[in-house]
Structure formats: C-alpha cells, structure tokens
C-alpha cells in the first residue's frame, strides 16, 4: 500500500478520539527539546516542512482538517494579500505552551504551514509564529514572494 492511500485512509477517520494532555506535552515540551537541544526550533520547522511534504493538501480547507484530525487545534484565516496569509490557531493544549516562555513549541506547525502554502502556491514560503499569550492563541504569518517559484 503506498504511503499517500495509508494517509488518505488516516485522514477519513471520523470516530472521535481524545489525546492526553499529559502525553502530548511530555513529548513536545520535554522529550524532544531534551533529544533535540538547542537546535529544537530548528528541526521542529524542518519536520513540520517534512510533514507537509509527506502529505501534501489540496487546499486551505484540508489543512484546518489536517490540523484537526491530528490534534494540533483550530486553525482560521485572519487575513490574506497578495504576498500573505495571517492564520490564527486555537485549542486547549496551547493554553500551557503559550503562557510558558518557550519561544519554540509551534515551530512544526509553522513549518507545516510554510510547505502547504508553498506547494499550493508554487511559491516559496516562509512562517513566523506569534504566540499571544492574553488570548492563548498563536498567530501565524506565511510570506512569499510570487516572483520566487519553485521549480
């Protein structure tokens, strides 16, 4: 089976699942920063490149479910031009990331972001996170420039 139809399939799951919070930050907030070190934001952006890469959407509506079916949270478009696209992420596992004072959670999910609106695009995109630690959102903000295709 190739690796595209075994995402395909993944992604038709509709029974709901839960994640433990507990989990989920002993994993992002300890144990990789730990494997990782001080290039954790770094590798973070490149695997969430990576990701988007392995499992390239279609449209925007397919990464909001994308970002949903994989517990990352609520994605909406704030604001879009020509050269950018402002998205806002929400969920209850942000609550905690976004009142620490580490500046690197969100980097795989800017990564991811960049490559999708890259690949969507044929542009070469890049993300910026924007932690906003009243609202317990994060902002994101992908730019390009639509002179630089990718080939």
């Known amino acids: 089976m190739k690796e595209s139809t075994v995402m395909e399939e993944s992604l038709n799951i509709t029974e709901p699942r839960t994640i433990s919070i507990f989990g989920y930050e002993l994993i992002r ?10 290039e954790t934001p770094e590798i973070l952006y490149w695997a969430g490149k990576r990701l988007a ?10 990464v909001i479910d994308f970002f949903n079916r994989a517990s990352w ?4 478009i704030k604001k879009e031009t020509k050269h950018e696209i402002e998205i ?8 905690s990331k976004v009142k620490s004072k580490a500046e690197y959670f969100f980097q795989l999910e800017a990564g991811f972001l960049a490559q999708q ?18 609202s317990n959102k994060v902002q994101f903000t992908v730019k390009w420039d639509i002179k630089d295709t990718i080939k």
């Open 29 to 38: 907030e300890i144990l990789l920063p730990e494997i990782l070190g001080k």
């Open 53 to 62: 890469r392995m499992y390239p959407l279609a449209d925007f509506d397919q």
């Open 73 to 76: 949270g609520q994605l909406e």
């Open 88 to 95: 806002e992420l929400s969920s209850q596992l942000i609550v």
């Open 117 to 134: 609106i890259e690949l969507q695009k044929g542009v070469v995109a890049e993300a910026f996170e924007h932690p906003v630690k009243k």
